[in-house]
Every structure is written in structure tokens, then in C-alpha cells.
């Protein structure tokens, strides 16, 4: 006989591992890196201002890019949210950092996939997209710490598909940074 905590447990549980594994393979191709300058003390850092941002597509009819989501306002939301956790807030003026993005996506990759039809693989194009993050000390101007993502670029996601890859991604990314 199976008790209500009993079956409360298992179904927590399915409903954990159904969102653990949806989400792994929402951002199975994300592959992750950054760098930091190993003789910076990064706790000195308690401000941050923008320096900019720029994204390199241009796609008119929305093909690649979801026309009702402005990618750049989610990035520099999740950025914003990353450093705060870091107690580095945001500041009109005398920043101790800069912060910049940029992203991009090249439509030319080709890659071997398997035919669903057959044994056989196939030259198909999968586009990549990319994101790369920076933090330029102020006083000196040097790039301090930089991490990036790559990952496939997937046509036609929803809204809320993009926002958990983007999150996934700049989370990912910041993990490395140095308290």
C-alpha cells in the first residue's frame, strides 16, 4: 500500500527528473568557456556600468531571431541579475567595470547528421550562434575577464524556449567568475 507521502515523493520526483532532463536537452549544445586574468583581484570590483552591446544578424523576416523577443534586452536582464548576485551593482557613473556584449550567428556550418530515413549521414546546415560576455576594468581599460557560449541556433523556438537558453548560457558563463 502506497501512502500519501509515499506517492507524493514519486511524483515530485517524476516531475523533477521530467524537468531536469527537458532542460538538459533544451541546452544540450551550449558549450561554455570564459577566461580571467589570474593577478586581478576581483573583489575590488562593486560597480559596473555598460559600455554596449552589439549583434551581428541581420534577419528581416524573423527566420532566426524571434520577432516578438528583444534577445538583447534578455541578455543584459540576466547579465544585470549575475553581477548583482555578485554584489557588483550597476552605476550611472565612475563604474569599476564595463561591461559589453556581443552575438552573433553564422549560417554557413555545416555539419554530418544522421538521416532519419536511412543508415546514412547527410551534409546538413546547422547554424551556430555565439555569445561573449566581457569585464573591462575601468581605470586601465583591459578586458579583466571574459567568458563566451556557443551553441546550435535552433529556428522557430518559443519565447520561453530562448529565455531558458539565454539564462542557461550567461549563468553558465558567470559561474567561472572570480569573487
Not at 7 to 17: D, K, Q, R, S
Not at 129 to 146: E, K, M, P, S
Not at 155 to 164: D, H, K, M, T, Y
Amino acid at each position: 500500500m502506497i501512502t500519501i507521502s509515499r506517492a507524493l515523493f514519486v511524483l515530485t520526483t517524476f516531475i523533477a527528473i521530467s524537468f531536469t532532463s527537458s532542460c538538459a536537452t533544451l541546452t544540450s549544445d551550449i558549450e561554455v568557456e570564459s577566461h580571467a586574468n589570474p593577478d586581478v583581484n576581483y573583489h575590488s570590483y562593486k560597480t559596473y556600468a555598460w559600455a554596449g552591446s552589439a549583434q551581428i544578424v541581420f534577419d528581416p523576416v524573423g527566420q532566426w531571431e524571434q520577432p516578438t523577443l528583444d534577445m538583447d534586452e534578455e541578455v543584459r536582464f540576466v547579465i544585470n541579475r549575475e553581477l548583482r548576485n555578485r554584489s557588483i551593482n550597476q552605476v550611472d557613473r565612475d563604474p569599476d567595470l564595463f561591461v559589453v556584449f556581443a552575438a552573433g550567428i553564422d549560417t554557413t556550418v555545416l555539419e554530418l547528421k544522421e538521416d532519419p530515413n536511412s543508415d546514412k549521414k547527410v551534409l546538413t546546415n546547422v547554424p551556430k550562434a555565439a555569445l561573449l560576455i566581457a569585464l573591462i576594468d575601468a581605470d586601465t581599460g583591459y578586458a579583466v575577464w571574459l567568458g563566451y557560449a556557443m551553441g546550435d541556433l535552433q529556428q522557430q523556438q518559443s519565447v520561453e524556449n530562448i529565455r531558458a537558453r539565454i539564462d542557461y548560457a550567461v549563468s553558465e558563463i558567470f559561474k567561472s567568475y572570480n569573487q
